[in-house]
């Protein structure tokens, strides 16, 4: 009974916070752009259009008939479609083949006959400072990272843990490299997002989860929550998921340590969808919902760009 006294209490003090919203026409498509350009060798594009309100979605979610325009430090780079799965690049996905370096500044224009021109840039940060750390096999394992911070800059931080397990049987040996998956602090409710000091994302390096993806997780914290040069950031893993069957055959694990740096926009990006993903009180109408940030212009979608610094590979004790 205190619990819905509480709800009740709360929707007479939403009641006055209303926004009408005409859905009876459907909106204009508009182009949506989602693409992390870091430190690899190919930088996957995914463009699609969005569903008006009213609408329904018909058809391939693939644009092949799409014009896009990539430039780095203003010089332009080919675009190509991938029309069939190719190695890491999903189906109906554009793409570009270019080592991007600190500093650039990419830029990204794209276009169809039914939407309007979008465009979007961001910056690739410079790699993570040189970092020590921890890691110590405790009921999965803990990690812990310290590195110089420099506190003119607003940076973004995130760390994962690396692990190749290979398993030996027959006379054969089979090998597979996953992200260890995150262990979750038990932090917020089931039912609302909290501010918090990090989040807990699924990331590959060209696509991105607001939950916490079990082959791809990364803990990310703005450095805000730094005191001092001296950057401390600690996360605890669990044992991962992997494909082969162990089936009483020997195995071994090595590991490595990631550090990422990430863009102000990739972070915000981030905030919202978790915000969206964790807030149930917004389907019941007794909390706002915030909106997705976007940095594209024309259009919504993310471009946002990354870098990272691995460690060599160690054995755990």
Excluded at 17 to 37: G, W
Excluded at 140 to 165: H, M, P, S
Excluded at 198 to 214: A, E, M, N, Q
Aim: charged share 20%; hydrophobic share 35%; aromatic share 14%.
């Amino acid at each position: 009974m205190r619990r819905i006294y509480i709800m009740c209490i709360m929707l007479f003090f939403f009641c006055d916070c209303q926004k009408e919203f005409d859905v009876r026409e459907p909106t204009d498509t508009e182009l949506c752009l989602i693409c992390f350009p870091g430190r690899q060798d190919t930088t996957v594009i995914q463009l699609y259009n969005t569903v008006p309100i009213g609408g329904r979605y018909e058809g391939t979610p693939f644009l092949n008939n799409a014009s896009l325009a990539y430039a780095v430090n203003s010089v332009s780079k080919e675009v190509k479609y991938a029309s069939s799965t190719m190695g890491s690049i999903p189906q109906g996905c554009w793409f570009v083949e270019v080592d991007h370096k600190s500093g650039d500044y990419v830029e990204i224009i794209a276009n169809t006959i039914e939407c309007e021109m979008i465009k979007a840039s961001t910056i690739i940060p410079p790699p993570p400072p040189d970092f020590e750390f921890e890691c110590t096999n405790s009921a999965g394992a803990i990690l812990t990272i310290r590195f110089d911070d420099d506190q003119t800059t607003a940076d973004y931080y995130g760390i994962a843990l690396i692990c190749e397990r290979t398993i030996y049987k027959s006379g054969d040996c089979f090998t597979e490299v996953k992200n260890l998956n995150l262990v979750t602090d038990g932090y917020g409710t089931h039912e609302i997002s909290v501010i918090r000091d990090h989040y807990d994302v699924g990331f590959t390096g060209s696509f991105l989860w607001p939950r916490i993806s079990d082959n791809y997780g990364v803990r990310i914290w703005p450095d805000t929550i730094i005191s001092g040069n001296k950057a401390v950031l600690s996360a605890r893993f669990g044992s991962g998921y992997f494909d082969i069957e162990p089936d009483n055959s020997q195995e071994t694990r090595r590991y490595k340590v990631r550090l990422y740096r990430f863009t102000e926009d990739f972070y915000k990006h981030i905030v919202a969808l978790n915000y969206q993903v964790f807030n149930d009180y917004a389907t019941y109408g007794i909390a706002p919902m915030m909106p997705s940030y976007t940095n594209v212009e024309g259009g919504c979608g993310i471009f946002a760009g990354w870098s990272m610094r691995d460690s060599d590979w160690f054995e755990m004790k």
